[in-house]
């Protein structure tokens, strides 16, 4: 639905039936272009539309604000970049039409026909190439303003924040060949190639195969049908349309860039090709001189384009400069579709052109020979630049051929890369497909291996005259506005390196990117410097080749997530989820003090599921352990487990978990829940490195177990309930044991009496497709003893007030071993142990941080987690690592870091709080602010 | 007492062998269904053992064993046994007796892992969206396997074609199965990918 005005009436420029046109006449859209009403075919680009309706300025460029129109009516076009509703940046002479598009030009305040930036014009001496390396600098204060001054001149179109996020994908391809290119020349190669046994990927930056033929006449579409449809008919050949390769790689990487899929914005495909075939053709080049940027100034294949592929005819009175056949093709089609041609001037001949005149677009062009032609389309064929953008990132420098009067490969290219086409040379049709197929054929040997050679006929690039200017000064950079005059000034300056040129000027840095102004920059230069055009060279191209949406590099977007098998419970019981690493976990269920409560008196339960799990089997396990935990495992009985730290080789702690030993050989270890990838890493590294004679095997059992930690005083009676053969009762299942029973039906299911609580509690460990079911009966068995669930806050607020400390919160990235308080459990009389040297030198220094539990003065006040604990003098002594307000004992709680004299108990510390205020806190005699002796936990 | 499946089973609901399953009925073409009930074993022995010779299997290679348990030589050392659900395969017993030469071990990870299979002549294209290998006959034929992420996730992928139609087994950890499932049915979309109900091939 569009609501807009209608446009005024124009000139209609649509054309009746060509040969080769895209246009599908039965299908009408309707747009908008500022607003304006207008219609076009399905088929049409929004360039080829407008044109078709009247329009002739698209947008005005980028320093000076001149009106500017089609140049070259492919996606390179530098002058068609609109916006299209909330996309900015489109490529109007290529992107197709939409029904209901609403096209924007991107610059032109307050309008795009009457641009007050136009107003740049009059002070262009001031502000020619390079000026805001001279400008802008002083008062340096003013630099805010300067800024906010050059972003509103700067080009571009509007990224809107609410814009809905596109999709975007991602694809990995492995083809034999891939051709860069869908010409004659590319389609050869494709066939000859796929012909040969390769797998083939064709790729094509127009939407449709053919390159110059589409637009060719009666012959050329002939041909262009045959190559087509050998190519739609072969398994081995995947088309790309509307497809651009962005960069090539090392190892023949290539980066292939789809767009407008059905349902995909655009994707990134990542080929490994075994062998490149670069057929990207030749691009057109404007011709340097004055006017040459009027709206109605155009290149031949432009205007040929517009003819027989969009049936628009460009202008109704035309002067064609024609150095090449192109342009007498052009000549020909203009004349065709009634076109008046006034003059084809022949440089050949002699023939001159000076200037192109008009105001605000093209009134008459003035010839050599002093005359006056009196026009609106001036159509240019002045020569041909060979994109050697991909050969070049293949290790190949461009040469120039002066014969030719373009850049060619240098030679000096990879076996894994091959050119084909007008960048190789010229010829005619039959040649062009001789030498496509020829090199397709030995791309795909290459590829396979084949050892036989294939005879690949020559392709030279043709002769043709050097004109790049003409006496009259041009635009070089139609994307940047930089003249002839502006790096001839730039040279005279000392800027004679065509690489500092290009810098100096921005000549060339646009969104072209080269394509149309490289080798008129490089003319330019060496003719301001007296060089020939190969003794100045030419500027590196470098990836990508055609713009890529970050949209596109992100691809689609895969940020995996892990779930307990408990999740659907969690979700369907007002859990508050948080973000766990990969995992959703619950953080409470609505009032996690509650929960702390009912752990006390009743009994909860809790989702440990994420805990890290490691089966261990073998006769050498204990040796393992013993390396890797600080403590000592050797005379671990089978069903006892045993509390354990795992340190780095600079003696800080990495993890913690206990073990329990299920039987001689097998052992069941389980980890943090952020350490359960590291720690497999960590116990597989020695291994393999270091032990790889020891005889254990290591499996991950994170995700096989559902593991439950059922908390409280009637713990032991809601297990009971579900386990029928294993005896729960303290005499028989002590604090630190491990059995293996039936839960719930449920058999092989372990059982550890552990307590991170501090709560006479269970954790078991249930196979995972059974976790939803044993939860459920836990929630539904116990419901007359009290029980809840609780989530990972409360567990946090419970092990805060039994003093036990997190790796990674209580400690950090130098936190060694006797600092976190773990002297106990450190045997340096070990043999050996991972961090034993580091804890040795630690214990005879005696320094460092040490971890104590904290209480501040004022029993309500919790002071934020990472404050400092600070000296008198203001210097740092330690920091809060964990705090919380404790429902069982009524007040604030804490563990902290202090520097080893603090750690004493009945010490009165001062913590500065975020807001300044400082406040006292005493070090405690024990970790645990709630029953140090434990005695609940091993009730 | 029911087990579950780390992917929620859609449409209608059945129950095998103790396991809540899918029952949705098969629409052909390219289609995801998930296997996770199927038993699956973990054997570690050495490359040179007696059990590696009774598994007949080697790095980056699956097998069928005459019981119909899929072989899968996943690591070095290490295979992946793959039966119907609620069986136990015969081969796990072979080797389970122990080798006086060589630690063998031979664990349970039914419970531990997803089991999803991705069938139909787009299942390459499909898996190519979200897997970086090569996934060309000449580099994964039917019977290649292969340890790679897919859609960032750690899996064994199983080349398995199933009656010359294209297939693959992607094994990996139980926790990111719905994730995984989820992310291949995205990817699949463009090619009117369909999810059927769970069935018992390799039984």
Do not use: Q
């Given at each position: 639905m569009i609501s807009s005005r209608r446009r005024p009436t124009a000139m209609i420029s649509r054309l009746g039936r060509q040969e080769g046109e895209l246009i599908d006449r039965s299908r009408r859209l309707s747009f908008t272009f500022n607003g304006v009403e207008h219609r076009g075919f399905d088929g049409d680009t929004i360039v080829s539309a407008l044109m078709a309706e009247g329009e002739r300025i698209f947008s005005r460029s980028f320093k000076y604000h001149r009106p500017r129109s089609v140049l070259s009516a492919t996606f390179h076009d530098p002058g068609c970049i609109v916006q299209v509703g909330d996309e900015p940046n489109v490529r109007a002479a290529h992107r197709r039409l939409r029904d209901g598009m609403a096209v924007e030009a991107q610059t032109g305040w307050p309008s795009l026909r009457y641009d007050v930036g136009a107003a740049n014009q009059l002070v262009g001496r001031f502000i020619g190439a390079g000026f805001y390396y001279k400008t802008f600098i002083k008062p340096q204060r003013l630099w805010p303003t300067y800024e906010k001054v050059l972003q509103r001149f700067a080009a571009g179109g509007r990224v809107q924040a609410s814009s809905p996020h596109g999709t975007y994908d991602k694809r990995y391809a492995h083809p034999d060949v891939l051709v860069a290119g869908g010409g004659p020349a590319g389609m050869a190669a494709a066939l000859g190639a796929a012909d040969a046994g390769a797998n083939v990927i064709l790729v094509e930056e127009?939407?449709?195969?053919?390159g110059h033929l589409r637009f060719g006449g009666s012959e050329d579409l002939v041909a262009l049908r045959e190559l087509r449809d050998e190519v739609g008919a072969h398994a081995g050949i995947e088309v790309m349309t509307n497809s651009v390769v962005t960069g090539r790689y090392d190892d023949n990487w290539v980066a292939v860039l789809q767009r407008e899929l059905p349902q995909v914005a655009e994707r990134l495909v990542k080929a490994r090709a075994k062998t490149l075939v670069v057929a990207s053709g030749l691009i057109e080049r404007p011709y340097v001189f004055e006017g040459n940027d009027l709206p109605g100034v155009m290149l031949s294949t432009a205007a040929r384009r517009l003819v027989n592929l969009y049936a628009v005819k460009p202008g109704q009175q035309a002067v064609v400069f024609a150095a090449n056949e192109s342009g007498q093709a052009a000549a020909a089609d203009l004349d065709r579709v009634g076109v008046e041609v006034l003059k084809v001037v022949d440089p050949a001949s002699g023939g001159e052109l000076v200037r192109a005149l008009g105001r605000g677009q093209l009134e008459q062009v003035e010839l050599g020979d002093g005359s006056i032609v009196d026009c609106d389309l001036l159509v240019t064929a002045v020569g041909w630049t060979a994109p050697t953008l991909l050969v070049n990132m293949a290790g190949d420098r461009p040469r120039y051929d002066e014969r030719a009067a373009r850049f060619v490969p240098g030679g000096a290219l990879p076996d894994t890369v091959l050119a084909t086409g007008g960048i190789v040379g010229d010829g005619p049709l039959q040649a062009l497909v001789a030498h496509g197929r020829a090199t397709g054929t030995a791309a795909a040997h290459r590829a396979l291996g084949r050892a036989d050679s294939i005879d690949i006929p020559e392709l030279e690039p043709a002769p043709h005259p050097a004109?790049?200017?003409?006496r009259t000064h041009g635009i070089v950079d139609y994307s940047e506005d930089v003249y002839s005059k502006d790096l001839v000034a730039a040279a005279r300056e000392g800027y004679d390196s065509v690489e500092l040129l290009k810098r100096y000027?921005?000549?060339?840095?646009?969104?072209?990117q080269g394509k149309l102004e490289t080798i008129n920059t490089v003319a330019v230069l060496a003719e301001a410097t007296g060089r020939s055009i190969e003794e100045t060279g030419t500027t590196v191209w470098r990836p990508p080749y055609a713009p890529i949406s970050l949209g596109a590099l992100a691809g689609r977007i895969l940020e995996p997530v892990r779930y307990s098998p408990m999740q659907p419970w969690h979700d369907s019981h007002g859990a508050k989820p948080i973000v766990a690493g990969q995992w959703i976990r619950p953080?409470?269920?609505?009032d996690a003090a509650a929960e702390v409560r009912n752990v006390r008196e009743n009994v909860g339960i809790i989702d440990v599921s994420p805990l890290g799990k490691l089966d261990l089997r073998g006769p050498d396990v204990s040796k393992l352990l013993n390396f890797v935990y600080?403590?000592?495992?050797?005379?671990?009985?089978?069903g006892s487990v045993r509390y354990g730290v795992m340190c780095g080789e600079d003696g800080v702690v990495i993890d913690d978990g206990v073990t329990g030993r299920l039987a001689a050989d097998h052992y069941f270890m389980s980890t943090t829940s952020s350490g359960a990838q590291a720690v497999h890493e960590w116990v597989e590294n020695w291994l393999q490195t270091s032990f790889p004679s020891w005889q254990v095997h290591v499996t991950s059992m994170v995700s096989a177990y559902a593991s439950i930690n059922i908390a409280g005083p009637r713990s032991r009676e809601l297990l009971g309930r579900l386990v029928p053969d294993v005896d729960l009762s303290p005499e028989s299942f002590s604090y630190m044991q491990v059995r293996t029973g039936t839960i719930a039906g449920v058999p092989g299911c372990h059982m550890w009496r552990i307590g991170f609580t501090g709560e006479l509690s269970f954790e078991i460990h249930v196979p995972a497709g059974y976790g939803l079911y044993v939860w459920e009966r836990l929630m539904s068995d116990g419901k007359d003893l009290g029980v809840g669930p609780f989530g990972l806050e409360a567990q946090r607020v419970m092990r805060l007030e039994k003093g036990h400390f997190i790796v990674g919160q209580d400690t950090d990235g130098v936190t060694q071993a006797l600092s976190a308080g773990l002297d106990w459990l450190v045997k340096l009389d070990k043999e050996d142990f991972a961090g034993k040297p580091e804890l040795v030198w630690q214990h005879e220094r005696g320094d460092g941080m040490r971890l104590v539990g904290l209480q501040p003065s004022d029993t309500h006040l919790v002071p934020a987690e990472a404050s400092q604990i600070v000296s008198p003098s203001g210097a740092i002594e330690g920091r809060i690592t964990s705090s919380r307000f404790s429902p069982t004992i009524g007040r604030s709680i804490c563990l902290g870091l202090v520097s080893a004299r603090l750690a004493v108990a009945g010490t009165v510390v001062t913590v500065k709080l975020p807001d300044g205020r400082h406040v006292p806190a005493t070090v405690m005699?024990?970790?645990?602010?709630?029953?140090p002796e434990g005695s609940r936990l091993r009730g | 007492m029911v087990a579950r499946s780390p992917i929620r089973a859609r449409g209608p609901v059945g129950r095998e062998h103790g396991w809540e399953v899918s029952t949705t009925a098969r629409k052909g073409g390219l289609e995801l269904c998930d296997l996770t009930p199927y038993s699956k074993v973990l054997v570690r022995a050495g490359v040179l053992s007696k059990a590696a010779e009774v598994l007949g299997c080697a790095l980056g290679l699956a097998r069928r064993a005459p019981d119909g348990t899929l072989v899968a030589g996943t690591g070095p050392g290490e295979w992946l046994l793959v039966s119907g659900a609620g069986t136990w395969p015969a081969l796990a017993d072979e080797i389970g007796g122990g080798d006086p030469t060589a630690l063998t071990t031979v664990v349970d990870v039914t419970h531990g892992g997803f089991l999803i299979r991705l069938s139909g002549a787009d299942s390459r294209r499909v898996l190519e969206k979200i897997c970086a290998i090569d996934l060309s006959d000449g580099v994964t034929p039917d019977g290649a396997v292969f340890r790679s992420s897919v859609a960032r996730i750690v899996c064994d992928v199983i080349r398995d074609d199933d009656g010359g139609v294209r297939s693959y087994l992607l094994h990996g950890d139980r926790s990111a199965g719905q994730y995984l499932f989820d992310a291949v049915l995205d990817a699949g979309s463009e090619f009117s990918i369909g999810i059927s109900g769970y069935r018992e091939k390799e039984a």
């Open positions: 127009e939407y449709e195969l053919g004109l790049f200017r003409a000027t921005t000549a060339t840095m646009g969104p072209s953080e409470h269920y609505g600080v403590n000592k495992w050797s005379k671990l009985d089978v005699e024990h970790h645990a602010h709630f029953d | -």
